[in-house]
């Protein structure tokens, strides 16, 4: 049996007792992974088939250090298996993994909830991410939302203002000293699922590459439909009071 003096450094135990005392680093595995980490090695015997596993050592003073084991087995001539092994330190990766995933589960916390819709679109009008919230607010999942055209999604009066805006805003890109970091607002009516529509402002910037070429479209979608609806209503009332002022006689108001 040769153990590398490398024993000392993951398991902080002595290659002398390491050799002399395996159990000294049975010990160490973390009794939350020890099944696991025996099922692995008994699968590898049955099948004498390579093994790998990730796991936890346990180590003094409540200290926890991830290990990325991977060993190929062979059978000796008394039927025992001898696995010639490689360990890696992987703790500073799964502490990174940790973080990631931390991040993407508030970031997705965030999106679903959330009352307005964050997108991303290329220069072809293609949506390459749409928020969760898409759902809540037009009725579509983001995967039924990332597969429409952009003349699926408004109807034909606010395509034909999003190409204007889109057109002149690459015009301004030519001038000298534009904003680069600039936004656009304008207001859109969308269809939703169940056939009506919604009206939403839209803030939307450019993503650029490292060059500062325009590469794609970011933007923020928020619901305005209740204030086109009071705008509506403000307008009728005004041409209703119009009308009265300017009757010469009831009768004139039914004509």
Excluded at 224 to 245: G, P
Aim: aromatic residues 8%.
């Amino acid at each position: 049996l040769y153990i590398s003096k490398s024993v000392e450094d993951y398991f902080e135990v002595s290659q002398t007792d390491a050799v002399h005392n395996n159990q000294l680093l049975w010990d160490r595995i973390h009794k939350e992974d020890l099944d696991e980490y025996i099922e692995s090695i008994k699968t590898s015997a049955e099948n004498i088939s390579p093994w790998e596993q990730k796991h936890r050592l346990q180590l003094p003073g409540d200290r926890v250090k991830w290990i990325y084991t991977r060993g190929v087995p062979a059978k000796q001539d008394d039927g025992s298996i001898i696995w010639d092994t490689i360990a890696l330190d992987i703790t500073d990766q799964k502490r990174l993994e940790d973080r990631l995933r931390e991040s993407k589960e508030k970031y997705r916390f965030l999106t679903e909830r959330m009352s307005d819709i964050v997108w991303t679109m290329d220069l072809n009008f293609q949506l390459t991410y749409v928020s969760p919230s898409v759902e809540r607010l037009l009725g579509f999942s983001p995967a039924e939302r990332m597969v429409q055209s952009l003349e699926e999604q408004v109807t034909p009066e606010s395509l034909s203002l999003i190409m204007k805006t889109f057109h002149q805003a690459l015009e301004r890109e030519k001038e000298h000293g534009a904003d680069p970091d600039r936004t656009v607002v304008l207001e859109v009516e969308y269809y939703h699922k169940n056939q009506s529509t919604v009206w939403m402002e839209n803030s939307v910037g450019a993503i650029r590459d490292k060059s500062g070429d325009i590469v794609g479209m970011l933007g923020v979608s928020r619901t305005i439909s209740d204030r086109k609806l009071a705008e509506k209503i403000n307008q009728t009332l005004y041409a209703i009071a119009n009308a009265v002022n300017t009757a010469v006689n009831l009768d004139d108001l039914y004509k």
